[in-house]
Nanobody, 124 residues
């Protein structure tokens, strides 16, 4: 079965950077869309970034454009989220997701599989 495991979260000061990793296993992901979502306490899960595995086409939430970069390593079945210029409002649990149904990669229901999440905490 498909497994997604996030890593790289932690505590960072505002203005700093973190690189999140998602290790994808269980199958070939060439036909998949891969996404990063986040959820802060008391808030809905929100879209952060997505990438089409085969083409590398990327999509970003307006709130992270110019600061975050999503990428993938096909040989290693890894997806990354480089987060720069972090803000307090970026604090959340970040989830990696994979899916075949394309309802729009900004939509969580497009994804079949989800990781357990990794905590990102941005301090002042």
């Amino acid at each position: 079965q498909v497994q997604l495991v996030e890593s790289g979260g932690g505590l960072v000061q505002a203005g700093g950077s973190l690189r999140l990793s998602c290790a994808a296993s269980g199958r070939t992901f060439d036909r998949y869309g891969m996404g990063w979502f986040r959820q802060a306490p008391g808030k809905e899960r929100e879209f952060v970034a997505a990438i089409r595995w085969s083409s590398g086409t990327t999509y970003y939430a307006d709130s992270v454009k110019g600061r975050f970069t999503i990428s993938r390593d096909n040989a290693k079945n890894m997806v990354y989220l480089q987060m720069n210029s972090l803000k307090l409002e970026d604090t959340a649990v970040y989830y990696c997701a994979a899916g075949l149904r394309d309802l729009g990669l900004r939509i969580s229901s497009s994804y079949d599989y989800w990781g357990q999440g990794t905590q990102v905490t941005v301090s002042s």
